[in-house]
C-alpha cells in the first residue's frame, strides 16, 4: 500500500508560477514511478509529467518547456514546478504512484489560473 498527499494548489495569474508536492508513505521502496495527472472539467484525465525510480522524466506534450517534475529520494515527495500557467492549465492535479502491478492516486489539488 502506499499513500500520497498532495499540495500546493491554488490560484494564479496567467504567466505566474506554482509548485506542487506529492509525498509518498508505506511501501515506498516499490514504487516504479511516480506521476502528475490532471482533469479538467468535461475532459478525461491525462499526463501532466511522470519520473521513474531513476529519474527518468517525462512529459506531456502541452506542458513541455514549461513543467518540470523532480523527485527528493530523502523526503520520498516529488515535486511539479509549473511555470508560464496559462488558463487552460486550470484543472485538478492528481499524484500517481506506480507500484506494478497496482496504481495508487491522491486525492488531488484544485488549480486555477485566472486574472
Known amino acids: 500500500q502506499v499513500q500520497l498527499v498532495e499540495s500546493g494548489g491554488g490560484l494564479v495569474q496567467p504567466g505566474g508560477s506554482l509548485r506542487l508536492s506529492c509525498a509518498a508513505s508505506g511501501s515506498i521502496d516499490s514504487i516504479k514511478a511516480m506521476g502528475w495527472y490532471r482533469q479538467a472539467p468535461g475532459k478525461e484525465r491525462e499526463l501532466v509529467a511522470r519520473?521513474?525510480?531513476?529519474?527518468?522524466?517525462d512529459y506531456g506534450d502541452s506542458v513541455k518547456g514549461r513543467f518540470t517534475i523532480s523527485k527528493d529520494n530523502a523526503k520520498n515527495t516529488v515535486y511539479l514546478q509549473m511555470n508560464m500557467l496559462k488558463p487552460e492549465d486550470t484543472a485538478v492535479y492528481y499524484c500517481r504512484a506506480l507500484v506494478p502491478p497496482a496504481l495508487y492516486w491522491g486525492q488531488g489539488t484544485q488549480v486555477t489560473v485566472s486574472s
Open positions: 519520473i521513474t525510480d531513476i529519474g527518468t522524466p
